[in-house]
């Protein structure tokens, strides 16, 4: 089974907390967290939970899903499509291989956001340096070009030693 098939297995399984969150109008963060816990002690597994500014991720074994938060709660909220549309720009670029890909799925009518899961860099005061040292000129210029918020909780290297960004806030190009 592919990460996406283990996220979509989860989200079945888990699918009366997202009934009971989703029927909020304004759900939050730690309403999500709240679920996961639970469902980790009802079910015996170990998710595990992380926030950011304006969506909530569930962390698998082998995969990640975005939620993000109600914009009725958070105006800005809604990163993930912005994450959905430099998905499809870094696919015509050329650079995807640094790119974590991001499907989307449903839950009824609510968006969730699947990803591989990628190991973060552990060193935060050399995060964004350890990047750009292994990335090339080319690279490096797409990135900075593009793409803005870029630390070390954001993005991490897969097994072969690659560069993996996996949080790409971007300078929205429309």
Known sequence: MTYIDHAN?????????FEVLFHKRNFHTFDVRNFVYRYNTVKGKRMTFNS?????????????IKIDLPKSLLPQAGNSESEMRAWEFVRHSGFDYMFAPITKTFFKNHPLYIMPKVATLACENEGVSELYNVLSEDEYEFVSEYFTDIHDENFGFDEYGNVVIF???WNDIE
Do not use: L, N, P, Q
């Not at 297995?9 to 699918?15: L, Q, T, V, Y």
């Not at 969506?55 to 074994?61: F, P």
């Open 52 to 64: 950011g500014a304006s969506r909530a991720v569930i962390i698998g074994e082998d995969f990640v």
């Open 167 to 169: 949080d790409y806030a």
């Open 9 to 17: 297995e989860f989200i079945r399984d888990f699918s009366m907390y």
